[in-house]
């Protein structure tokens, strides 16, 4: 019995020999998480939300700066505008692709390119049919490889600090909205709509540069050596399997497809509330001046909430579902009270309030539940079909907005209509809760990833830290 309890003990110190050792191997490989470089990756990814921020809400900007110089129909002119905002959430697969083929460092880049080339194409466009296609799908595309690019990159490059560094990074987008919206204003005021859509070209140029900051880190390259050794295992199916193969893994799970309805219906929500609000206040008897400044005020609420939802998932007191969900259900709640209050300015102030605070900051957690079902190599993925979702309910919410009112409805019964939207988008991603158990086993966790198979980094792969300083030196001498 002695000999054999002594066995026994050597065995168990070899088990935990082996964990530490493992456990330590783990440390020092992804060491570059949560510091250095991370956090210049992490102002890369601020500046392209607060650019693509800016985009985002101009779009009404851009809309009447075509109608001005085209002096077409509305109906046909909104395709531009439309057209610029589905994209970004429609292309979402496409970022995924590029990202999981290349980097997130070409993807942003990519973003850059396009919106460059969109919004100079758009200055010298003659015609709107040209210009449709120019900003809203030129520059559409843009959007969409920069937006998701920016927010998976962060994933990346963050693990014990993820969510507050996603919640800096999503705050950019109010931002951009604050800052920069008053600025494209005064552009087009004063240079036209062509001088505007240059001006929009030089401010966009700054992603390229966003783009290079964002090297990859060790985990981006351990999960694009992940993908690489599970295509090569399917070599027999490759052509065609092998690249829908992470689409097959991501949709047959039952907590992402909630996930995916819940985007669907919050999206077709919130994009039907913010096309009628600027109206509805002002058929409420307000100036399109108080509209305006209620519209900014959620801009910049939008900033801090953000922020404030990243540093309290950061503190792991709250599960990030119920961030998740919690924060759809009070805008989904607010906005359905809404229609009765709307008759007092406070009414509006207090749902204005409310809207800023709440409606991006279930973008923050977006990550971490996601990871709660797919693996850390799928993310991408998961996130971008997120996004696909939420796009086409970008571009039905419009729609049935229109019909509710073209029909005899009125924009009290439009908020109500978004608002039950908003409300079974919360639904659905509460019920991820009961998926989560039967999906456990499919999760790869960070500390996982030491069971991947090893690749030697090449040079291409890694960055130095010379070339660090040779980029950070080419910087100072352009400025």
């Known amino acids: 019995m002695t000999m054999v309890n002594k066995d ?18 783990c440390h020092d490989e992804f060491s570059d998480l949560d510091n250095g470089w991370a956090w210049a990756v992490l102002f890369a990814s601020f500046g392209t939300f607060f650019l693509i921020g800016n985009s985002m809400y101009a779009v009404g900007i851009i809309h009447s700066s075509l109608l001005d110089r085209y002096e077409e129909s509305v109906s046909l002119t909104s395709w ?3 057209l610029h905002t589905a994209f970004m959430s429609l292309g979402g697969p496409l970022s995924t692709v590029v990202i999981d083929r290349f980097s997130c460092r070409t993807a ?18 003659q015609t709107i049919e040209v210009a449709i296609f120019t900003c809203g799908i030129i520059a559409g595309i843009g959007a969409a490889l920069g937006y998701t690019a ?17 919640g800096i990074a999503l705050s950019g987008v109010g931002a951009g909205l604050f800052v920069l919206a008053p600025v494209v ?3 087009r005021d004063y240079y036209g709509p062509a001088g505007f859509f240059i001006i929009l070209a030089a401010l966009t140029a700054n992603i390229i540069t ?14 694009q050596v992940r993908r690489k050794f599970d295509s090569t295992k399917s070599s027999s199916n490759r052509n065609i399997f092998a690249s829908v193969k992470p689409y097959l893994h991501v949709l047959t799970n039952k907590g992402m497809v909630c996930l995916f309805l819940c985007m669907f219906f919050y999206c077709l929500g919130t994009y039907l509330v913010y096309l009628h609000l600027p109206t509805f ?4 008897g307000f100036s399109a001046v108080k509209a305006s400044f209620l519209i900014s005020l959620s801009g910049i609420l939008s900033l801090f909430g953000r922020l404030l939802t990243g540093i309290v998932a950061n503190l792991n007191r709250i599960n990030d579902t119920v961030l998740y969900s919690g924060t759809m259900f009070i805008v989904g709640i607010a906005t359905f009270i809404y229609p009765f209050t709307a008759d007092y300015f406070a009414g509006h102030v207090i749902y204005t309030v409310l809207l800023g605070l709440f409606f991006g900051s279930c973008y ?11 693996e850390i190599s799928y993310v991408a993925t998961a996130i971008g079909l997120q996004f696909c979702f939420g796009g086409i309910g970008a571009v039905i919410g419009p729609v049935c907005a229109g019909i509710v009112v073209d029909a005899g409805g009125t924009y009290e019964l439009s908020m109500i209509v978004g608002a039950v939207c908003i409300l079974l988008g919360a639904a659905f991603s509460g019920i991820t809760v009961f998926c989560r158990e039967a999906n456990s086993e499919v999760v790869l966790h960070l500390n996982d990833t030491i069971e991947l198979p090893v690749k030697q980094a090449s040079a291409n792969d890694v960055l130095q830290q010379p070339e660090k300083e040779s980029f950070l030196q080419n910087l100072s001498v352009d400025k």
């Open 80 to 82: 531009a505008g439309a």
């Open 281 to 284: 206040i002002v058929t409420k």
């Open 185 to 187: 204003q005064l552009a």
């Open 150 to 166: 920016a927010m998976v990159v962060v994933g990346f490059n963050f693990r014990r600090k993820r969510n507050l560094a996603l």
């Open 210 to 223: 966003f783009g290079q900051m964002c090297f990859p880190s060790k985990l981006e390259l351990q999960t």
């Open 8 to 25: 026994q003990e050597k065995d168990v110190l070899k088990e935990q020999d082996s964990t530490e050792e493992c456990l330590t191997s």
């Open 364 to 374: 923050v957690t977006i990550t971490a539940v996601s990871l709660e079902f797919v």
């Open 108 to 125: 942003i880049t990519l973003s850059g390119v396009f919106f460059v080339v969109g919004y100079l194409a758009t200055a010298f466009a």
